[in-house]
């Protein structure tokens, strides 16, 4: 059933052989056209490179929404620029710095975000060291972490900084992840040529030593030349379409191509040298190599085709940027070796030379025979030897930091010196929490809250700050703390109490006040009561002179009528009238000096009864001035006339008959006021009285009081005493006592916190954690989710319970990578194995030998990896890039099938009996040819040592040790002695043949 597809692709391997020149100058053709006609792989490279991490990963999705709530919403990742001088940062450079900020805000394009100290004297004091010699800034840009935008954004960065104009002996750096990405680009980028070169030099060295023929090497060169020409070209076309390709593509491919171009060769070559020394014709021996190795090739080249696309469905950009490009780069190469290869080994064929037939004393003999007798012995003592170096693959530490990744002396990395030199650790590399409710934030309750979570978060093991909206400088606000307010209020009953026994001379004096006050109202009750009975007789008194004036107007009206006979004695009359004029004239003078008195006390006018005696005493004035005196006036006048006989006295006697009326009507007013002015000094003196009885009991209660205000003044102190030891207690990290009023939020003092820890509508707040360790090394990471599970429980059964809670910043990218990591070698490891039992499955046709050849390669992928743990970890003390285990295992995977696929081909090419002889002649034959082929494509990998990027270091060993550990053990022992002890087994569930003599009868056919 699979012969004729096998026909066919025998058939289409020998186009090189029908039509060589055609082959020939078409590749070189094509080579050429995509070598000058696309431009080159680097700059494509640079151009087409994808996000380091996927647009939906959780730190970036917390990243946009933070800079949503705090910033422009445009920002994708963050640089840093730093700025340093030993001997401290001058006036010029801050002047650079200021230039620096216009120049990057102006340029809204490239730049979302400048966080800055330019007229911030709280941004100043964070972004200035302590020690006055550097200063940075943090730019946010609006492309991605490795995209190509970023890579010109960091190159335009640093254009800006190196024509600033600063003082002598001043460094500026871009930094940060971004610039990292870039600097690590342009490392490997460099590192390629050196690879190129030094993987070339190894391959003339060993194909030198393996053939012997200058011929032979420069076809092989020729060869894997325009195969890599070609494929540099392809990739560099597919990524001028929309291919996003890998910073780490073009090391790779050079290795790739090199490795895999030269085994092809290499296959062809000794089938080639082994038909042509049985004494086949050289063009036959062409065409027997393709026919017989081509087949096989094609699937190999199958296996790290499928496996590489398996590296497409991933999510991280640095593999399924990868795999694909590899796919591409092994599919060209297997063409190009297929085809181009027998073209050239047509005319250069005898120059190539045959094969010296193994003799049996040669190593591989040996080691055909030692399998083919104890198979059993030979597999237990290669396994041991993977499993002791797979026993160090659980100890690997992944590590996710670019920085490590790199030499020292890039940019990026002695910005960060300068950063770690200067601040504290993490300090630029902190990571973030967002508190996210459906609510306004801003009010005591939640803030409460956040302070709890902020007090939590601070307690989670190698957390070594926390800024939130609640500690900004990375301490509790001391004005939010109850046990802040707790100690002004002590001190504030400290003050009262204080206060008391300060008054308590006072109220001594005071006291002694009150004795005197109630002898003073007593002596005013007594004049009270002593003027009370004087108004009563003055009241009698004017009551006489009513009655006689009245009886005077009698007489006068009677007078009138005999006055001409009482003329003589008018004068007499007139005297004394004018006499009782001047004596109330008197009267009426005193009494308006009582009034004017009473007037003018305070006394008076607050006491109702003393006001309304004053009332009464007014009216008496106003009778006796405007009734009394002008009536005995006229009177006295009429009597002079009289007296003097001016006038008729009859006249006269009626004048004063009608003066004395009035006179009478002012006396009756008079009588009535005296008469008000005694009820109301008797209400005054009874009023008196009761104020003496009362003054009396206030001296006592003066005492009472000075009594009780010294129990007071105790119990304030016994108060403040208690408050003191609240305090004591509340100001703690346990304690946790917080309110901070809603209104501090809108002071201009608080203007900084409050725009870089809560959102401008209050529903978004922003915690600030540092740490102790690397954010990106094992421990950060751990940190991070332990900070993310200790916030989630800390909001739990509050009032913000129902707030979202996410992470970013550095950690928050590490642990991304970690779960990205995780799922993608999950779904790598699944996919590949499987892709690779299926082609075994399929090119083998059994299922027995493909189990136990993936489990070979599986186990030789594990001690690779456990010797790379055990060399750059235990020994160098580099943990292993994260990239590196899964790229590692494809490569191993897929080749190892390749060579699993070569000699188990060879055992079955004479159909499905399986002897441990032929397992032994397998050996001897192919031994030679897959050693050669694995020790060239480790060769390869080895180059990628001389590299200063880690990674690039790291992997190049990882693989090149599996390929040998694959050559010399899987190979060479372990696969053939499982092979020698399945015997025909291993194509189980093919039908077994009969035959007539047992294996171990069947003498072992090695050529001699």
Not at 41 to 67: Q, T
Not at 243 to 263: E, K, N, W
Not at 807 to 813: E, F, I, K, R, V
Not at 887 to 913: H, K, P, Q
């Amino acid at each position: 059933m699979l012969e004729r597809p096998v026909g066919r692709l025998a058939r289409a391997c020998v186009l090189g052989i029908r039509f060589p020149r055609l082959v020939v100058v078409g590749w070189l053709v094509a080579a050429a056209l995509v070598t000058f006609g696309v431009p080159s792989l680097p700059s494509v490279v640079e151009r087409s490179s994808g996000a380091f991490v996927p647009e939906d990963a959780p730190s970036l999705a917390a990243l946009h929404r933070m800079d949503e709530a705090f910033g422009s919403g445009r920002t994708e990742s963050f640089a840093y620029v730093v700025f340093r001088n030993d001997a401290g940062l001058s006036a010029a450079d801050m002047g650079g710095y200021r230039d620096l900020v216009r120049a990057l805000q102006a340029d809204e394009e490239r730049v979302s975000d400048v966080q800055h100290f330019v007229g911030n004297k709280d941004a100043r004091r964070q972004l200035v060291s302590e020690d006055g010699q550097a200063a940075y800034l943090v730019v946010g840009l609006t492309s991605g972490i490795g995209s190509p935008g970023s890579e010109r954004d960091v190159h335009w960065l640093r254009e800006q900084i190196a024509g600033l104009s600063v003082a002598p002996g001043t460094t500026t750096y871009v930094t940060g992840d971004p610039a990292m990405i870039t600097d690590l680009t342009t490392e490997v980028n460099a590192a390629s040529v050196r690879i190129t070169v030094i993987s070339g030099l190894l391959l003339v060295i060993i194909l030198l030593i393996i053939y012997r023929r200058v011929s032979t090497v420069l076809l092989t060169l020729v060869t894997i030349g325009v195969a890599l020409a070609c494929a540099r070209g392809v990739l560099a076309w597919a990524g001028e379409q929309g291919m996003a390709l890998s910073t780490y593509t073009d090391a790779f491919v050079t290795a790739i191509v090199l490795g895999a171009g030269t085994d092809y060769c290499v296959f062809l070559i000794s089938r080639f040298r082994e038909s042509y020394g049985r004494g086949v014709e050289p063009l036959m021996a062409v065409e027997e190599s393709a026919t017989r190795v081509g087949p096989a090739l094609v699937a190999s080249a199958g296996t790290v085709i499928l496996a590489a696309i398996c590296l497409g469905f991933t999510k991280l950009a640095i593999f399924s940027t990868t795999g694909p490009p590899m796919a591409i780069c092994v599919a060209v190469t297997v063409a190009v070796s297929l085809t181009f290869t027998p073209a050239l080994m047509v005319w250069f064929g005898p120059r190539i030379g045959p094969a010296k037939v193994p003799a049996p004393t040669s190593a591989w003999s040996r080691v055909g025979r030692l399998v083919a007798r104890r198979p059993a012995r030979v597999l237990l003592t290669g396994t041991a030897v993977l499993v002791a170096l797979a026993a160090f693959l659980p100890t690997m530490v992944i590590s996710y930091d670019q920085r490590n990744s790199q030499p020292e002396g890039t940019p990026s990395n002695q910005g960060l010196a300068v950063l770690e030199d200067h601040y504290p650790r993490n300090e630029t590399l902190p990571d973030y929490l967002l508190v996210e409710s459906p609510r306004d934030m801003r009010n005591p309750k939640d803030l409460a809250v956040l302070n709890e979570l902020s007090r939590a978060v601070a307690k989670v093991d190698g957390v070594t700050g926390v800024r939130s909206i609640t500690q900004p400088a990375g301490e509790p606000l001391k004005p939010a703390s109850i046990a802040r307010q707790l100690k002004r209020l002590a001190n504030g009953l400290g003050r009262a109490s204080d206060g008391l026994e300060d008054g308590q001379p006072g109220l001594e004096r005071l006291s002694s006040g009150s004795t005197q006050l109630a002898d003073a109202i007593d002596q005013v009750a007594d004049g009270a009561d002593r003027a009370h009975d004087g108004v009563g007789r003055l009241v009698n008194g004017t009551t006489d002179l009513t009655d006689g004036l009245g009886r005077a107007t009698e007489n006068t009206q009677r007078a009138a009528q005999g006055a001409r006979r009482l003329q003589a004695g008018a004068a007499t009359l007139a005297t004394g009238l004018q006499t009782a004029h001047d004596q109330v004239s008197m009267a009426v003078q005193g009494i308006d000096l009582i009034v004017q008195a009473l007037n003018r006390d305070l006394l008076c006018t607050a006491d109702p009864i003393c006001r309304r005696s004053r009332e009464g005493l007014a009216e008496i004035h106003r009778g006796l001035k405007n009734e009394l005196l002008p009536g005995l006036q006229r009177a006295a006048n009429g009597a002079t006339r009289i007296a003097r006989g001016q006038g008729n006295l009859a006249g006269g006697l009626d004048r004063l008959a009608s003066g004395l009326s009035q006179a009478q009507r002012g006396a009756d007013r008079i009588a009535e006021g005296q008469r008000l002015l005694r009820t109301r000094l008797g209400q005054m003196a009874h009023g008196t009285s009761q104020i003496a009885q009362n003054a009396d009991a206030f001296a006592p209660g003066i005492e009472d009081l000075i009594n009780q205000t010294s129990v007071l003044a105790e119990n304030l102190q016994r108060s403040e005493s208690y408050l003191r030891t609240v305090n004591r207690g509340a100001d703690t990290p346990e304690a946790g006592g917080f309110y901070l009023p809603a209104r501090t939020l809108r002071d201009e003092r608080f203007a900084y916190a409050r725009e870089v820890f809560l959102s401008p509508d209050g529903r978004v707040a922003r915690i600030q954690v540092t740490g102790d360790t690397d954010p990106l090394s094992p421990d950060g990471l751990r940190r991070f989710e332990e900070v993310q599970d200790t916030a989630d429980t800390a909001l739990t059964q509050t009032r913000l319970a129902d707030a979202t809670i996410s992470g970013t910043g550095a950690a928050g990218l590490g642990a991304d990578l970690n779960r990205y990591l995780l799922d993608d070698a999950k779904l790598v490891l699944a996919a590949v194995l499987l892709v690779v039992l299926l082609l075994l499955i399929i090119t083998l046709r059994s299922l027995a030998a493909p189990l136990y050849l993936l489990v070979s390669v599986a186990l030789s992928c594990a001690a690779a990896l456990g010797l790379t743990t055990l060399v750059f970890q235990d020994i160098l003390g580099h943990d292993i890039q994260f990239p590196v285990p899964v790229i590692t295992f494809v490569l191993l995977v897929a080749v190892g099938a390749d060579y699993n696929i070569l000699l188990m081909s060879r055992m079955r090419e004479n159909g499905t009996t399986l002897t441990r002889a032929k397992v032994a002649e397998a050996v001897t034959l192919t031994g030679p040819v897959i050693t050669s082929a694995g020790i060239i494509f480790a060769s390869t990998f080895i180059a990628l040592l001389t590299s200063p990027v880690i990674t690039l270091a790291q992997t190049g060993f990882a693989v090149a040790a599996g390929l040998l550990l694959d050559t010399f053990v899987v190979r060479s022992l372990i696969v053939p002695a499982c092979a020698a002890l399945l015997e025909d087994h291993n194509w189980w569930p093919a039908r077994r043949p009969r035959r007539s003599e047992s294996p171990e009868a069947t003498p072992a056919k090695v050529p001699s």
